[in-house]
T-cell receptor, first 112, second 112 residues
Framework: DAGITQSPRHKVTETGTPVTLRCHQTENHRYMYWYRQDPGHGLRLIHY???????DKGEVSDGYSVSRSKTEDFLLTLESATSSQTSVYFCAISGQGVTEAFFGQGTRLTVV | GNSVTQMEGPVTLSEEAFLTINCTYTATGYPSLFWYVQYPGEGLQLPLK?????DKGSNKGFEATYRKETTSFHLEKGSVQVSDSAVYFCALEQGGSEKLVFGKGTKLTVNP
């Protein structure tokens, strides 16, 4: 299994609070991604990173920010959580020239 | 833009039945194509991939052939098992983008 760890695995938070999800990899892969998975939508890309301090938006980036200060860590922040952000969040990694991505176990976030 | 369309689920089969899950794509150029599988409570795993036209990906009895003329990458298995019950995602990576675009997923249930 690819060395990729998400934390926390489960979280319940209140509307309006900030939340940070962490993705940690031990593979030294260049690319890291955050997806959210919702019924009827499959996986949708929130943000991705192509290197330290290099990030870009995906298709559903509103309400989310990311940071990557080290190769191994990619943080996803919900500045002010809303109920529409209740979802399962997956981190993925891939290396340059390697076309497939490897996924973490997911974080189930519930905003009440 | 790039997109993936896969057959709506859920799909319910009896053990040893033949499986087909349709996937078609829209993309410019020559994307790489993938099938990912998600078992309950887990992240996504990569069952198979194909990186150019007419390639056949295969893994544990699953097969899919990259058909550029029909822009398709249908997943097939000759004899499904109960353990194949999962959600299956078709995905593409547009050459050089290092980003995956997913279909909405097809839930497969195999009954004994």
């Amino acid at each position: 299994d690819a060395g990729i760890t998400q934390s926390p695995r489960h979280k319940v938070t209140e509307t309006g609070t900030p939340v940070t999800l962490r993705c940690h990899q031990t593979e030294n892969h260049r690319y890291m991604y955050w997806y959210r998975q919702d019924p009827g939508h499959g996986l949708r890309l929130i943000h991705y990173s192509y290197g330290v301090k290099d990030t870009d938006k995906g298709e559903v980036s509103d309400g989310y920010s990311v940071s990557r200060s080290k190769t191994e860590d990619f943080l996803l922040t919900l500045e002010s959580a809303t109920s529409s952000q209740t979802s399962v969040y997956f981190c993925a990694i891939s290396g340059q020239g390697v076309t497939e991505a490897f996924f973490g176990q997911g974080t189930r976030l519930t905003v009440v | 833009g790039n997109s993936v369309t896969q057959m709506e689920g859920p799909v319910t089969l009896s053990e040893e039945a033949f499986l087909t899950i349709n996937c078609t794509y829209t993309a410019t150029g020559y994307p790489s194509l993938f099938w990912y599988v998600q078992y309950p409570g887990e992240g996504l795993q990569l069952p198979l991939k194909a990186t150019k036209a007419d390639d056949k990906g295969s893994n544990k009895g699953f097969e899919a052939t990259y058909r550029k003329e029909t822009t398709s990458f249908h997943l097939e298995k000759g004899s499904v098992q109960v353990s194949d019950s999962a959600v299956y995602f078709c995905a593409l990576e547009q050459g050089g983008s290092e980003k995956l675009v997913f279909g909405k997923g097809t839930k497969l249930t195999v009954n004994p």
